[in-house]
């Protein structure tokens, strides 16, 4: 099953929930309806789906990253949307602060260490960085591996990766 399609059915579970299918402005005054063993098996579902797209910003942050270096110039993905760097981008977008940017920044730009673009290029933080780079696994790749397979999160990551 693809990642979209997973994530997806996380969400669909959540319909047994009527109590969730209100608008927004409804919900406080609905959730307190669930029953505690809804209450315990929708915040384990909406825990998961959190995962799944903190999984995902974090992979899109990191290639917003990579495509805008320096090297880029005024021509880099973030460059042009009228920002100086990814963590401005990210500041604008997610709405965190520049300490969390700069994390969300480092880590996934780490998260694509050593993973090859759509151009056949290796991007990541630690590109060029040894004569055969292609060659080298990434320090943190086993936190790559576990994240990916959502058996920690991106809190657990982020501390890895020493940037909390």
Known sequence: MGFLEDMSDAVARLGVFAELDVPAGDL??????LSDTSVRDALGM????????????ALLVG???SRSGRDREHGGLVQGTGHRNAVEFVRDVTGVSRGEAIR???VGEALLDGVGDADGRTVGPDV???PDAAAVTPWHEPLRV?????????????RNFGTT
């Open 28 to 33: 406080p005054g609905s959730v307190v309806r």
């Open 146 to 158: 576990a994240l990916l397979a959502g058996a920690i999160t991106m809190l657990l990551t982020d």
């Open 46 to 57: 909406v825990a998961g789906v959190l995962k799944q797209a903190t999984t995902l910003q």
């Open 63 to 65: 290639v917003a990253a």
């Open 128 to 130: 060029g960085s040894t």
């Open 104 to 106: 969300a920044v480092k």
